[in-house]
């Protein structure tokens, strides 16, 4: 009877310290995604015309990194041939002074770097100009459909921190 009453004690325990988990696994997906959808509004809103002070408001309003455990940032990517590669690499060092390489090298025709990061942070900064976006069309070379811009997009940046596991509720 101890023994029944202890493995009940110990299996009400657990059940309890899961629930507790997956509500906060799901609680900070469900911050991620209502930010992916305030992003979406944002880019709507500016029709096709985002500029970086713009951008760097709506950072700043929605606080990320204080208000979302484990975000460091949020970027936005371009879909962008290859022969563009030049123009935006000028476009991210004039925006960011600094200098910027498209990576990784590729032989696809088509690219989708990271153009805009915030908040602005030596750790963010790195993540510029790196490609995002592994989607079919890029691998079989096939520009993208006449008016449909498949890979510009929004995203966000986690990054362990160092001594920190990001598996833990920071």
């Not at 469900?30 to 509004?41: F, I, Y």
């Not at 966000?156 to 921190?161: I, R, T, Y």
């Amino acid at each position: 009877a101890v023994w029944v009453v202890e493995t009940q004690r110990i299996r009400s325990s657990f059940q309890g310290t899961a629930d507790i988990v997956v509500d906060r696994v799901v609680s900070r997906l469900e911050k991620h995604v209502v930010l992916l959808q305030a992003m979406r509004g944002f880019l709507a809103s500016s029709e096709g015309e985002l500029d970086r002070l713009a951008f760097d408001r709506f950072i700043a309003t929605v606080d990320i990194v204080n208000g979302l455990g484990g975000v460091q940032g949020m970027a936005f990517a371009r879909m962008i041939p290859v022969a563009a590669e030049a123009a935006v690499r000028t476009e991210i060092e004039e925006r960011y002074r600094i200098t910027a390489e498209i990576r990784p090298e590729t032989t696809e025709p088509w690219r989708t770097p990271i153009v805009m990061i915030g908040p602005v942070s030596d750790r963010n900064l790195a993540a510029l100009s790196r490609r995002l976006c592994f989607v079919p069309i890029q691998r079989n070379g096939k520009p993208p459909p006449a008016g449909q811009r498949l890979c510009d997009c929004s995203c966000l940046l986690f990054h362990a921190q160092k001594g920190i596991n990001p598996a833990h509720k920071s």
